[in-house]
C-alpha cells in the first residue's frame, strides 16, 4: 500500500516559482499514473497535471507553459514545477495516484500553495 506525502507549498508573491514535491512510500509497482490536483476556496478540484509510469504527462491548459510535471529515476518522487505564478493560482494541492485498474485513487493530505499579489 502506497502512502503520498506532499511538500513544497509556501507563500510566494506573484510571478514566483514553487517546486511541490510528492513522495510515494511503499511500492511503485501498481501506480500507472501520479499526478496533482488543486483546489481553491469554493472551487472544484481540477486536475493540473500527470505523469504515467511509462512517462507520458498531461497539464492542464489553465497552467500549460508555466508548470511543469516530473518523476525522478527511481520513480518514488512526482514533481509539480509552478513557475510565473499568478494569485489565481492559490490552492490547496493534492498529489494523486491511480493503479490504472479501476480502484479508488491514492489521495495526499495536500500542500497550500499561496500567491500574494
Known amino acids: 500500500q502506497v502512502q503520498l506525502v506532499e511538500s513544497g507549498g509556501g507563500l510566494v508573491q506573484a510571478g514566483g516559482s514553487l517546486r511541490l514535491s510528492c513522495a510515494a512510500s511503499g511500492s511503485m509497482y501498481s501506480i500507472n499514473t501520479m499526478g496533482w490536483y488543486r483546489q481553491a476556496p469554493g472551487k472544484q478540484r481540477e486536475l493540473v497535471a500527470s505523469?504515467?509510469?511509462?512517462?507520458?504527462?498531461y497539464v492542464a491548459d489553465s497552467v500549460k507553459g508555466r508548470f511543469t510535471i516530473a518523476r525522478d529515476g527511481a520513480k518514488n518522487l512526482v514533481y509539480l514545477q509552478l513557475s510565473r505564478l499568478k494569485p489565481e493560482d492559490t490552492a490547496v494541492y493534492y498529489c494523486?495516484?491511480?493503479?490504472?485498474?479501476?480502484?479508488?485513487?491514492?489521495w495526499g493530505q495536500g500542500t497550500q500553495v499561496t500567491v500574494s499579489s
Open positions: 494523486a495516484a491511480d493503479d490504472g485498474l479501476g480502484n479508488d485513487p491514492l
Open positions: 505523469v504515467t509510469s511509462s512517462a507520458h504527462t
